[in-house]
């Protein structure tokens, strides 16, 4: 359903308010067409549109609504339902508006007696189906089936369901002498999040199309002919639940009555009122209308004008929002003396002024480099910006880092090195343009959901894809797609296949010479050709340490190489391994050799992992880097933040995070300030973490929830949801998104706000009195957001950055001229094999990844309905090795490495190859990360997640460790009555 | 942090840059560890380079004496 909520969104800048009058978010009927114009006449109205569009969308381009039911401007046109019927000069007949294209010179009649006649007609035939509870119905006031009665003059209905030989209708549940309608079905509300109800459905298949088109799932089908058509999810007896839906919303939005509903508008009733914002989920950076009666969110409805989503959504962002207001949030500052003491809820003044007093008295005592901070990825840039500002203004020091160190810190370092900047080079767009994809050590569907759906309208349309994965993600084979090529590498082994690839293309002269001459180094390139054409990377050689059969590997590299465009996606199987950032800059070569860079349906393209990790990244979080990407070593650089901050700023990097938990064992780091991140939870190696937590005297929580972090923690300031404050994300396509605010902070502050009140306690004058104030603070210091603005964010929509002089509206696409280093750098990639080695005492190899209901280390998603989907991680086994060791579906197994181990229970498939086993990481009573071992990338320290050897055993239940772990957990959480 | 994490460390880093081409692989190291580790741990390796250097590579000493 596309509702238009009564108010446009308004929003504060400045004091100022500003309505939300730039974007139409009329439903047009039929999608848009791109073709040279031509010009009609529409009731006397000319207009003139892009060839192919339809009847109907001229129609409504020219301000006329033609009525329609069975059309949405979401799906291609149907062409079912004949509401839309006009009559146009010289043609025969009453064609359907949304099916009819456009010509020139047409000249059409929308509102004639013979149409408006058909229309109430076909509307009768509707409605003498359909129940008459419009006052009761949840879709009261928000039904297309009622606007359009009321659209066509639909006054009276003549016909009734026959009573005999049986009831003919499907709506009532009995006839009048009580038997039950065998045409009726009950309500379905099986998931979780909205219903579907047989009884209101006019089979106009909005819901089915949107399915097959938008998401690409296939989960729904009409069952029967005739009279007898209906929506079915699935098979016969599937209910949503158990069908194969995955909850994207998309039929819920599509759907015209109160058959696919929200549960939350059935209970809290229609929205009043919409704001626009971001979703704060993965790195796609979805815009949504949040809407609500009051201050209470009744749905999150995606936007058709938001450029990363194109008006889709997946089943975390349009419903998985529950956690915002559930019941263990905290709300307020808390503190303690130590960590094996109860909490104790103090106002925010005793708060932050304990916590300022101990992080100074730490400096005191340790010296300035004693404390740093955490930024966070979840955060907005603003918020973010200011943590680093903290440590390096206030603090005196680089100690900040962000929890991209262990995602897509080798990305930062990969690209930067080759193409001379950090960031993904295409849009989302671009993969409309592709002909072939590669996606390495990523899980679209199931990470980067809507990017992952519009990837497989694509592949649906012909485009080819190359699947690099040890395991056989929904991408290899799902309904409509089919990989050309799974190579279903040995976990570790990147390096070694992404150089193959590239020995087939050089050795056999497959590569784009003419770009490489124009944009690349040309020495730089000979001495890598000559480097990869070496026998010991031909996938001959490679085939025995990566498990790639040769022949599969070279004709995945003919297909890149010779397929058009070629674009590449990588996810965290590319980066979270020692050589992490080495496959990053062998991805880069494979592009630049095939001349994949510059131009659409091409390009290098990292997905990130949160919301803002593109974000926190560009803000300056990395201890070496100040905003933009510029290393502190740098005296130009340093004092442009010098001039603005009035302060000095250390020349030397500062601490990463493991560094930061090293140096705290050692007793040299002391303090630290973490914001939004968990990383007791998500980095690996999770004893050292709490080792390195538990030597500090001071670790400042700043959190919506006491997470694993917090345990150790010794003050807890309580932060503000996404829906609270203002700011804005930028997504893996490097589109800065507004995040408006839609209601007050629970927690009574913006975390922008929470972290400035810190910092003045320590003895700054920070006066930012809206987060446009700090966006202004970044355009004037950071070249690649020169010109960002919230009144051009305001205008745009969004923007991609660099936006600046030189690209006044952003920069869609990357390196279209030149590299922004010059000229492109091929450097060679040599595979190292990992330490991380197989053996006797462990002999299978854990890789870890995550799944579509649930969100890194599952704070937000585990607090909302979305368990009903993934209550536990599950150890992925091979049929093969379950058998070797007993193991059963569903069984409890240890699964030990030589850091740690821990329990939980076995799925048995062959997803995964023989002698590999996955899990995910969303669940704090498995803690997967006790497994990883401190294993890095050689260059950023991003951690070896992706290749840990273990052993897998039967278990009775929880390790020793689990079990002590729970309990000091459920003791570090105690809080105290708050004093009188 | 354990000095065989450190020199297990320094060492990766040695490895990448003595696999690509030209004679300054030391230089290139020790502008790596200036740009990316923190003065403590430059002291410490630099502290360890002085008692021995056990486990190290050689290019790593080398870049070690240029920092």
């Known amino acids: 359903m596309n509702v238009h909520a009564g108010t446009p969104h308004a929003d504060l800048i400045d004091g100022r308010k500003v309505a939300d009058a730039r974007h139409d978010d009329r439903d047009m009927g039929t999608p848009p067409k791109t073709g040279k114009p031509v010009t009609l006449t529409i009731d006397g109205f000319e207009v003139t549109v892009p060839e192919g569009t339809s009847v109907m969308r001229a129609s409504m381009e020219a301000g006329i609504q033609i009525p329609r039911l069975c059309a949405t401007d979401m799906v291609d046109a149907f062409g079912s339902c004949r509401l839309c019927m006009v009559e146009i000069e010289g043609r025969r007949g009453t064609p359907a508006s949304c099916t009819t294209p456009v010509a020139p010179g047409m000249v059409v009649h929308t509102q004639t007696g013979k149409v408006q006649k058909l229309r109430k007609g076909v509307m009768e035939l509707y409605i003498s189906d359909h129940p008459l509870d419009c006052l009761t119905c949840s879709a009261n006031g928000d039904c297309e089936l009622q606007t359009q009665a009321g659209a066509v003059g639909l006054r009276d209905v003549r016909y009734t369901a026959p009573q005999a030989p049986v009831l003919a209708n499907h709506f009532s549940a009995r006839d009048t002498s009580g038997e039950a309608n065998p045409l009726y079905k009950a309500k379905d509300s099986s998931n979780p999040y909205f219903t579907y109800d047989p009884a209101k459905c006019i089979v106009c298949s909005r819901c089915v199309r949107a399915c097959e088109e938008v998401q690409g799932t296939f989960a729904l089908t009409i069952e029967g002919r005739g009279f007898d058509s209906r929506v079915s999810p699935g098979a016969a007896f599937d209910d949503f639940l158990s069908s194969d839906c995955v909850s994207c919303g998309a039929c819920v939005q599509a759907c015209p009555t109160a058959t696919l509903q929200e549960k939350s508008v059935i209970e809290k009733g229609t929205p009043t009122r919409s704001v626009v914002t971001t979703c704060a989920y993965c790195g796609v950076g979805c815009s949504f209308k949040a809407e609500l009666n009051g201050d209470e969110l009744v749905r999150m409805v995606p936007y058709k004008d938001g450029k990363a989503n194109r008006g889709h959504s997946c089943v975390k962002g349009r419903f998985a929002y529950g956690y915002a207001s559930h019941k263990d949030r905290i709300l307020s500052p808390m503190i303690r003396d130590r960590i094996d003491e109860p909490w104790r809820e103090v106002s925010w003044k005793e708060a932050l002024t304990f916590a300022a007093n101990r992080m100074r008295g730490i400096q005191e005592a340790y010296g300035p480099k004693s404390i740093g901070v955490i930024t966070s990825s979840r955060c907005t840039n603003e918020e973010t910006f200011l943590v680093q500002k903290l440590a390096r203004a206030v603090f005196g020091n680089n100690n900040t880092d962000t929890c991209a160190r262990v995602c897509h810190s080798p990305t930062g370092y990969g690209l930067g090195q080759t193409f001379g900047t950090s960031a993904g080079t295409q849009d989302f767009d671009s993969v409309e343009k592709t002909d072939v994809v590669i996606v390495i050590g990523a899980n679209p569907t199931d990470g980067h959901p809507v990017f992952g759906s519009r990837l497989k309208k694509r592949l649906r349309q012909g485009a080819k894809l190359i699947v690099i994965d040890p395991r056989r993600i929904d991408l290899v084979r799902s309904a409509h797609v089919e990989a050309s090529h799974h190579l279903a590498l040995r976990p570790g082994t990147n390096v070694a296949v992404v150089t193959a690839l590239a020995h087939v293309i050089v050795t056999e002269r497959l590569y784009d010479e003419a770009f490489i001459r124009d944009r690349c180094n040309w020495d730089e390139f000979q001495d890598y050709a000559e480097f990869v054409a070496e026998e010991r990377h031909s996938p001959e050689t490679t085939q025995f340490l990566t498990g790639v059969p040769a022949e599969e590997l070279r004709a995945a590299a003919r297909l890149f190489a010779t397929g058009g465009n070629g674009a590449i996606y990588y996810g965290l199987g590319v980066t979270e391994h020692s050589q992490g950032s080495t496959t990053v800059m062998a991805i880069a070569n494979l592009a630049m050799l095939t001349g994949n860079i510059g131009r659409e349906g091409v390009g290098v393209n990292p997905l990130r992992g949160q919301n803002n990790v593109q974000g926190s990244c560009d803000m300056g979080s990395f201890p070496h880097e100040l905003p933009g990407y510029r290393h502190v070593k740098l005296p130009e650089v340093r004092a442009i933040f010098e001039k603005a901050w009035g302060v000095t700023i250390d020349p030397e990097p500062g601490l990463r995070i493991p560094n930061m938990l090293d140096a705290a064992v050692d007793g040299t780091f002391r303090g630290l300030y973490c914001q939004g991140e968990d990383i007791l939870q998500s980095d690996p190696d999770t004893k050292h973490v709490a080792a390195g937590l538990a030597a500090m005297d001071c670790v400042i929580v700043h959190d919506l929830f006491l997470n694993e972090t917090a345990n150790y923690a010794h003050v807890f300031l309580p932060g503000s949801s996404f829906l609270e404050k203002d700011g804005t994300f930028t997504n893996a396509e490097r589109r800065i998104n507004r995040v408006r605010k839609v209601m007050a902070p629970k927690n009574g502050y913006a975390d922008w706000e929470i972290t400035q009140m810190l910092a003045n306690a320590m003895g700054a004058e920070w006066s930012y009195e809206h987060p446009s104030e700090i966006m202004a603070e970044i355009a004037a210091t950071t070249p690649s957001f020169a010109n960002v603005t919230y009144e051009l964010l305001e205008q745009k929509g969004s923007v991609q950055w660099p936006c600046n002089d030189a690209n006044p509206d952003g920069t869609p696409l990357m390196h279209v001229e030149g590299f922004v280093r010059g000229k492109g750098r091929f450097i060679l990639t040599e595979y190292v094999a990992t330490d991380e080695k197989t053996g006797p005492r462990f002999p299978l190899l854990l890789t870890t990844g995550r799944i579509l209901s649930q969100y890194n280390v599952g704070a937000q998603t585990r607090r909302t309905d979305n368990v009903i989907w993934h209550d536990a991680d599950r150890l992925e086994v091979h049929p093969h090795d379950a058998e070797q060791r007993g193991i059963k579906e569903g069984d409890w197994v240890k699964l030990a490495s030589r850091s740690g181990e821990t329990t939980l229970k076995a799925k048995i498939t062959d997803r995964v190859s023989p002698g590999v086993v996955y899990t995910t990481f969303h669940h704090p009573d498995t803690q997967a990360n006790v497994i990883t071992t401190d294993y890095s990338d050689w260059a950023t320290n991003c951690p070896e997640y992706k290749v840990t050897a273990v052993q897998v055993s039967p278990s009775n239940g929880p390790t020793d460790w689990q079990e002590d772990y729970a309990a000091q957990a459920t003791r570090s959480r105690r809080i105290l009555p708050a004093a009188e | ?67």
């Open chain 2, 1 to 67: 942090m354990s000095p065989e994490k450190m020199v297990y460390m320094a060492n990766q880093i040695a490895t990448f840059f003595k696999s690509q081409r030209g004679s300054d692989q030391a230089e290139r190291i020790a502008a790596h560890l200036k740009d990316f580790w923190e003065p403590r741990m430059r002291e410490q390796l630099i502290a360890h380079v002085e008692t021995g250097g056990a486990g190290l590579d050689a290019t790593v000493i080398e870049a070690a004496r240029r920092l």
